[in-house]
């Protein structure tokens, strides 16, 4: 124990000399990630860069919250963060809509749709047609009628290849997708000798998607899907108009960000706040009865829980994790901590080398060998210590990628605590705090195979040097830090970089990172929601995962002949297994081989080593006691539209 007690210790000294933390902000689904609060230098810097805010301009009458820093991208088809998904949510409205019951428990309702209807079975295809109705009098924020057209064109725009939208992938239980996704080599090579593909006829009219009059939509489905409803509630699903985005920049500017939903925008201070006023052209216009919502834009928590304790802002979305146990004690009703369906994780860009020079392994070999110094080096992180010291929000040592609360095919086990296979603990990793011992001499064993190794100080001695890179925030700084002082005790040295939200979402989604932190919320109350982001062409694989050098990395392998598939590979490429695992499982109406499939998506996804679970999220926000009618989802969504704040 004498190693893990000084491994302890070492990231005990770490922590002292780091700012005060905060917690880390939700990631993904809608998603993605979510911003959280900025170290202290880096926050001064902004307060000092932060533009003058023109109070004019500010609703009196609203609410003033603050659920994140400035947003990435609003646009319904180009968003991908659940900060944007909430001021979607707010400004646009879809067939269908989250509400929260009497009970608390959170349902899906009508909201353009007369209703939701059951969808039609074709006995010899096993396609679903669904035909909605709208409601009567829908119109857009600027007075015009808003028709069946409009969602039309929205949904094929969004699905579109051409538009590049990271939630694409989410129309591909759509009839026509596959066709429209179909891709072929060129013959030309990249630099890196990966072939060049092309869409073989990528024209989302092949969608069987369409508006029979101005108040009837049809879609087809390729079969029943358990969760379209929810899909249908999800901000990619939003309605936008066709004159309005033809503008590149229009979801930048309020006077051209037109929607159809509870509000609209009336002022974008950049960096400072964003305002939104009732929309009156809401269908539902009158069951609205917060007036004004002002947004306000900070990655700073100490500055967020100022302005909460001055009685400025009624809602934080992130609070410093040094005064969480103060905030319990001193706020046990404004402090609030609930649970969400997501996984704070490290992501390892696949491409990353990160063998000895001299290694001599190549092909499926090395890849094999990557991936086993991936899972190793997860066994080095005490979780435990994680999620009581740093992040302090109630959340749980994560063992496996798919979240707790996600239940497995008997609709009440959770899919984690059947994953990974292993006796004597759930998922991949044993995070219990009796492991760590043997978890780390687990992780030596695996290093001492691939790299020089000095029996006496027990460290490594060749191993690359990795940066780990993170978004602008104490708690994602205190995490990044614990995580390098782990390794720096096995002879890994980690450089440190962080940058502002908006560059590190584009910097990882682009593959130019070796490691960083991730987390992901569920879009949907399914596993496939945590595993369906992972196929090649999806814009949320940020892993890379058979993308650049790992295209043609043939390491894989899938048979599925037992659960009565013609499917066995192997040695097979990641399209070539994990690509049509995903589709085997969403063209799957059996539901117990359904769930079966998708545990070994989730096998085949672990094996990689890519995601390193750290822990299973909870939200924790800070809400004052005089905001009543306040709601949000497990899937990261707050909802302002039917708050009132008593005098």
Same mark, same amino acid.
């Given at each position: ?64 919250v603050c659920i994140a820093s400035e947003p990435d991208n609003i646009d319904p088809a ?28 959170? &349902?899906?309702?009508? #909201?353009?749709?007369? /209703?939701?209807? !059951?969808?039609?079975?074709? @006995?010899? +295809? =096993? %396609? ?45 239980? &759509?009839?026509?997708? #596959?066709?429209?996704? /179909?891709?072929? !080599?060129?013959?030309?090579? @990249?630099? +890196? =000798? %990966? ?164 290694s001599g392994l190549e092909g499926k070999e090395a890849e094999e060998a990557r991936a ?265 969504f707050k909802y302002f539209m039917y708050c009132t704040v008593e005098e």
């Open positions: 124990m004498k190693r893990l007690l000084a491994l302890a210790l070492c990231a005990m000294m770490a922590f002292g000399l780091c700012a005060c933390g905060d917690s880390a902000a939700s990631g993904g689904g809608a998603a993605g990630d979510a911003g959280a609060a900025a170290t202290g230098d880096a926050s001064e810097a902004a307060e000092a860069a932060a533009p003058a805010v023109d109070e004019s301009l500010i609703a009196p009458d609203g609410i003033n180009l968003n991908s963060a659940v900060d944007g998904a909430t001021l979607i949510l707010h400004t646009f409205a879809g067939l269908a809509k989250w509400e929260q019951a009497e009970d608390g428990s959170f &349902v899906i309702a009508p #909201d353009c749709a007369e /209703e939701l209807v !059951e969808g039609e079975v074709n @006995e010899k +295809d =096993g %396609t679903v047609k669904y035909t909605y109705t709208l409601k009567d009098g829908l119109k857009w924020s600027d007075g015009q009628p808003l028709t069946a057209g409009d969602f039309e064109f929205a949904w094929k725009r969004a699905a579109d290849p051409a538009t590049g939208s990271d939630y694409g992938y989410m129309f591909d239980q &759509v009839a026509g997708y #596959d066709e429209m996704c /179909e891709q072929k !080599e060129t013959g030309e090579k @990249e630099e +890196d =000798g %990966t072939p060049v593909m092309e869409y073989v006829n990528p024209d989302p009219e092949l969608l069987q998607i369409k508006a029979v009059d101005d108040k009837t939509l049809e879609v087809t489905t390729k079969q029943l899907v358990s969760y379209w409803n929810e899909l249908l509630a999800f901000p990619t699903y939003m309605p936008v108009r066709k004159d309005i985005v033809t503008n590149e920049g229009w979801a930048t500017d309020p006077s051209t960000y037109i929607g159809n939903g509870p509000y609209t925008m009336t002022a974008w201070q950049h960096n400072s706040v964003i305002t939104m006023v009732k929309n009156p052209e809401y269908h539902d216009a009158d069951a609205v009865t917060m007036p004004a919502i002002n947004f306000f834009m900070s990655d700073d928590a100490n500055n967020m829980l100022t302005n909460f304790e001055n009685g400025d802002w009624k809602l934080i979305d992130d609070v410093p994790t040094n005064e969480i146990p103060a905030l319990k004690e001193n706020y046990p009703d404004e402090f609030v901590v609930t649970g969400q369906l997501g996984t704070y994780y490290v992501g390892w860009n696949v491409n990353e080398d990160i063998l000895p020079e001299d086993e110094i991936r899972r190793a080096i997860a066994l080095l992180f005490d979780r435990n210590y994680i999620v009581e010291e740093i992040s302090q929000g109630g959340e749980a040592p994560a063992s496996s990628f798919v979240s707790s609360g996600l239940t497995d095919a008997d609709g009440k086990t959770d899919f984690c605590t059947n994953a990974g296979h292993n006796d004597g603990f759930d998922g991949y990793y044993d995070v219990s705090e009796n492991a760590l011992e043997s978890n780390y001499d687990a992780a030596i064993e695996v290093l001492k195979k691939y790299y020089d190794f000095d029996e006496e100080t027990k460290q490594v001695k060749n191993f690359p040097t990795l940066t780990y890179l993170y978004n602008t925030s104490d708690a994602h700084k205190a995490i990044g830090e614990y995580l390098q002082s782990a390794l720096a005790s096995v002879g890994i040295t980690v450089n440190l970089e962080n940058q502002e939200w908006n560059t590190f979402l584009n910097t990882r989604k682009a593959g130019d990172y070796s490691i960083a932190r991730n987390g992901w919320l569920c879009d949907y109350n399914d596993p496939i929601s945590m595993l369906d982001m992972w196929i090649t062409d999806s814009g949320n694989n940020d892993c890379q995962l058979g993308k650049g050098k790992h295209k043609d990395t043939k390491a894989y392998s899938l048979d599925l002949t037992d659960l009565g598939y013609d499917t066995k590979v192997e040695d097979g490429t990641w399209a070539e297994t994990y690509d049509v695992l995903v589709a085997d499982i969403k063209s799957c109406a059996d539901v117990e081989k359904r769930y079966e499939l998708m545990h070994r998506a989730e096998d085949l996804l672990m094996s990689t080593g890519v995601i390193c679970p750290l822990y299973y999220y909870t939200d924790t926000y800070m809400l004052d006691s005089s905001v009543k009618g306040f709601f949000s989802t497990p899937l990261g």
